[in-house]
């Protein structure tokens, strides 16, 4: 098993940056591939983000390339998303999720943890 918390969350203005945390305890952390995805009000959750377990390999939708960047740091059991240039249309839950071997998939159904979701408010 493992247990994933995400922080980081807020409020921010258009063009703002914000931080995602996801703080991973229980199996070895570094054996995980992971995830972000998010899920605004009356849509379904959409892939944001993967990276690999070593952090050598690294995915994005397109829509959040070249704006928003993962990575982590297995020695703290954290993975983060580094959120530039935020627009309104970022708004929504974002979840962490982790899979033994994901291979950077986009798809939700993959992965077998996750994390509670921390909001994020974008205004214009």
């Known amino acids: 098993q493992v247990q994933l918390v995400e922080s980081g969350g807020g409020l921010v203005q258009a063009g703002g940056s914000l931080r995602l945390s996801c703080a991973a305890s229980g199996r070895t952390f570094s054996s995980y591939d992971m995830a972000w995805f998010r899920q605004a009000p009356g849509k379904e959750r959409e892939f944001v983000a993967a990276i690999s377990w070593s952090g050598a390999n690294t995915y994005y939708a397109d829509s959040v390339k070249g704006r928003f960047t993962i990575s982590r740091d297995n020695a703290k059991n954290t993975v983060y998303l580094q959120m530039n240039s935020l627009k309104p249309e970022d708004t929504a839950v974002y979840y962490c999720?982790?899979?033994?071997?994901?291979?950077?998939?986009?798809?939700?159904?993959?992965?077998?943890?996750w994390g509670q979701g921390t909001q994020v408010t974008v205004s214009s």
């Open positions: 999720a982790a899979d033994e071997s994901s291979g950077g998939s986009s798809w939700a159904l993959t992965y077998d943890y």
